[in-house]
Every structure is written in C-alpha cells, then in structure tokens.
C-alpha cells in the first residue's frame, strides 16, 4: 500500500489543478454547473476517499506523532470540500458559486501537496 | 408564493439571506478554514496539548470562531448579527495574537491560526473577517433598503444597473 500514496496524492493534485481551472474558466464564461464539471469533481472526490482509505491503513509509516496528526487531520478534511462546494454550487446557480468551486479546488490542491510533502520526509 | 425575483441575480440579495451571489464564495472560504483550524485544534489539544496550552486553547477558540461564521454566512437572517460580532472577534483575534507573536515569541512556542497574522495560512485569516463584515453589512443594507412587503418591481427603469440579457 505504501507506494501507492505519492502517485495518488499527485494525481489528485492533478485533478484539482484541472477543477480549479474549469471552475474559473465556467464562472469567466458565467457558465453554470453542468455533468461534465461534476464528473471531474467527481474525480478528485473518488481521488481523496482512496487517499484516505491508503493513508489510514498505512499511518504507521509516519512515525512522528505532531506529523501524523497534522496527516490523518488533513485526510479526514480533504472529501468534504469537493462535496461541498458542488453542492452549493448546485443550490446556488451563479457565476460566484462557481468561484467557489475554484477555490475550493485550489485548497484541495495546497492539502493534497502537503500530505505528499509529509508523506515523502519519510522516504 | 409568487416572487418576481428573477432566478439569477448577481445584485445584492432582497432580503437577508446572505449567500447569494459572493456569499457563497466567502462561505467556502471560511468553511475551509474552519475546517483546517477544527482539524488542527483537535488534534493538538488532543495529542499533545502540554506543549503550548496558550497557544492550542487559542487554536480551538479561533476554530470556534470559524465554524460559527460560516453558520452565520450560509444562514443569513437574524444569524448576520451574530456573524458580525463573530467576524469582529476574528479581526481583533488575528490583530492582537498576530502582534503579541511577534512581540513575545516565547509565549507561542506552536503556531496557532492567528499566529504572525496568518503568514502560516497565506493572510487569509487577516483579510477573511474584513471581508466578512463588508459583506455582513452589504446584506444589512440590502436588507434596509427593501422592507418587509416587497413592492413590486415598476417595469423597467428600476434596474439601471443590470442589463437584460
């Protein structure tokens, strides 16, 4: 399980990197929520609960204890900001709510980097 | 009930309902942030909390803080006077914690949110509550402006502002 976290940590980065683009680019365009941006939402939601279930099952590999904390807090936090968002976005149909898509993609991509940054110091 | 309030409106919301247009915004921004802060107060004071007691009962307190505001943004109503009072507590919290941390260092030995005025999480929680309040009052004023009985839109020259698309 261990070598799975670092690949997977960069491919949601990834995703959210794409997210957080097309949210900005929908709400430029004031363009609503449609299938094709939930799908990617979708995916960096699939990303972060994999995340999870890998991150918990192999917590031992971080062995300080103020490290791990800070690690499983922000794994604990990470799904539900994709959720969120798309849900307000759904509830809230404006070009704002797309915004909020955006940023809500750009602090999954800042949480995801640091939880490889955590991971990685441990070789 | 019958409301002439066309569907999407980017325009200051009618009542107090504070989450349209960039409500929403400031609530993802908040909530996130009082998601991070809640995450890491729990754990602090949970795992090791001897190390800094000032510093992580100030972490829950600012965590606190937080997820109450965000109740209040997504909310609106009669909670906008309670999320001004929560935002002015952020802006004088990040003031005096962010001032006293570089003043007496030695009384933070761990980070909290406000410490150093959120250099730690890039100034949002400096900026946030002044957001926060402007918006807070934006929705006041929206709220004064159109009393309760919502008069029913002369036809035409009432919307200067929004171009018909």
């Known amino acids: 399980m261990a070598g799975v976290i670092a690949p997977l940590t960069y491919v949601v980065v990834g995703l959210a990197v794409v997210l957080c683009v097309a949210a900005v680019w929908y709400a430029v365009r004031d363009r609503l929520i449609d299938d094709r941006l939930l799908v990617v939402a979708a995916l960096v939601e699939v990303g972060l609960l994999a995340l999870l279930v890998a991150g918990l099952a192999d917590l031992g590999h971080i062995t300080d204890d103020a490290e791990k904390a800070t690690f499983v807090a922000y794994l604990v936090s990470l799904p539900v900001i994709p959720v969120g968002t798309s849900f307000l976005a759904i509830k809230e149909k404006s070009r704002w709510a797309m915004g909020s898509i955006a940023v809500g993609a750009f602090a999954v991509g800042v949480m995801a980097a640091r939880l490889a940054q955590i991971w990685m110091s441990y070789g | ?165």
């Open chain 2, 1 to 165: 009930m019958a409301d002439p309030r066309p569907d999407r409106s980017p325009e200051a919301p009618r009542d107090r309902r504070a989450l349209g247009g960039p409500g929403v915004l400031l609530v993802v921004v908040y909530g996130v942030l009082a998601l991070a802060a809640t995450g890491r107060s729990v754990l602090q004071i949970s795992e090791y909390f001897d190390r800094a007691p000032l510093a992580y009962l100030l972490s829950a307190f600012a965590a606190v803080v937080y997820v109450l505001a965000t109740w209040c943004l997504a909310r609106g109503g009669s909670w906008v006077r309670v999320g001004i009072v929560a935002c002015a507590v952020e802006l004088v919290g990040v003031l005096v914690v962010g001032l006293a941390s570089y003043l007496v260092p030695s009384a933070f030995p761990d980070k909290t949110v406000w410490s150093h005025l959120g250099a730690g999480y890039g100034y949002v929680p400096l900026v946030l509550p002044v957001l926060g309040l402007l918006w807070f009052r934006r929705v006041e004023r929206g709220a004064r402006a159109v009393p309760a009985t919502h008069p029913a839109p002369s036809s035409g020259d009432e919307g200067t502002a929004a171009s018909p698309e």
